[in-house]
């Protein structure tokens, strides 16, 4: 994880950690692991303070992660073990600490090597097709009945109607008409009814590492982590990869997993959703919302 990375137009946060708070907090809670710390990422509801050489802080900056956090405490260590790519689970769970004025949970989690793929050009992440792809799969089965569950993320798409409307609407999406047809083809695809998977829910290549050659190094961010259809992730085919990468990571997928068209043009849908979000919400030359304009374009270009 490349050191300063930072969200553009990230939501003004409700807790404010900092260096000398993580310091603290370690030396009462875990004084096993002092060592030095130094602020390196300001996410959209995450603060990453990197602790020595071999681990990180992962603090929450806003109240809604909160119970985001909560979720990857209890059930990222349990998923890690079966995954083919590393991901944050942690090896430290950090308690509220009212007497230093941060009354939620924190963690520490593993560094793990790579950089954002929001830093490498579409046809350099293009390497990581088939890995994701794999990667997917794994994450993909079944999820146990106390998993997560969220309202907006693996639900049918139908859920998603009215808002994405609305950001259509908002006039800050570029041919609003064309991407509300890749949108009502999606809304008609048979929905899910397999039993709820588990989703990383959020599989932009903000939350994707890669190597200095595309190849996948790590998955992070799981505080979307939830259950349900599986077409919510599969969005990153769009997000992540051009023609060449999306048609690889596809066979690949294909290979592994039972997927069937109406699942691709769902997860089209949820391209749209995701994709719209990042656009009206974000300036538009900001890493997330350029890269929201740059799917819309393909998705719309795709259907012809």
Avoid at 95 to 106: L, N, T
Avoid at 292 to 303: D, N, Q, T
């Amino acid at each position: 994880m490349r050191e300063e990375q930072r969200v553009a137009d990230a939501p003004e946060p409700d807790l404010h950690p900092d260096e000398d708070l993580v310091r603290r907090l370690v030396a009462s809670q875990h004084p096993d692991l002092v060592a030095p710390v130094r602020r390196v990422a300001n996410g959209w509801d995450n603060v990453m303070f990197r602790l020595g050489d071999d681990l990180a802080v992962r603090m929450p900056r806003r109240e809604v992660a909160i119970q985001l956090a909560l979720h990857e405490q209890r059930w990222l260590p349990e998923l890690a073990g079966r995954l083919p790519t590393p991901v944050p689970a942690p090896v430290r769970i950090g308690r509220p600490a009212p007497e230093f004025g941060y009354d939620v949970p924190w963690s520490i989690v593993p560094w793990l090597p790579g950089v954002s793929a929001l830093e490498f050009t579409v046809p350099v992440r293009d390497a990581a097709a088939v890995a994701l792809a794999e990667f997917v799969a794994a994450l993909g089965v079944p999820a146990r009945a106390a998993a997560p569950v969220s309202p907006v993320r693996g639900v049918p798409l139908a859920v998603r109607d009215e808002s994405v409307r609305a950001r259509l609407a908002a006039g800050r999406v570029d041919e609003p008409d064309a991407v509300a047809r890749v949108w009502e083809r999606s809304l008609a695809a048979s929905v899910w009814h397999g039993p709820p998977v588990w989703l990383h829910g959020d599989l932009h290549p903000g939350n994707l590492l890669l190597h200095d050659d595309g190849a996948l190094a790590g998955v992070i961010d799981f505080g979307d982590l939830t259950a349900g259809d599986p077409a919510t992730d599969l969005a990153t085919a769009w997000f992540m990869f051009g023609p060449s990468g999306r048609a690889a990571f596809r066979r690949r997928l294909e290979e592994l997993a039972e997927v069937d068209a109406a699942m691709w043009e769902r997860a089209r849908g949820w391209a749209v959703v995701l994709a719209t979000a990042m656009v009206d919400v974000t300036d538009a030359r900001s890493p997330l919302g350029s890269m929201g304009a740059r799917v819309l374009v393909e998705v719309v270009a795709e259907a012809g």
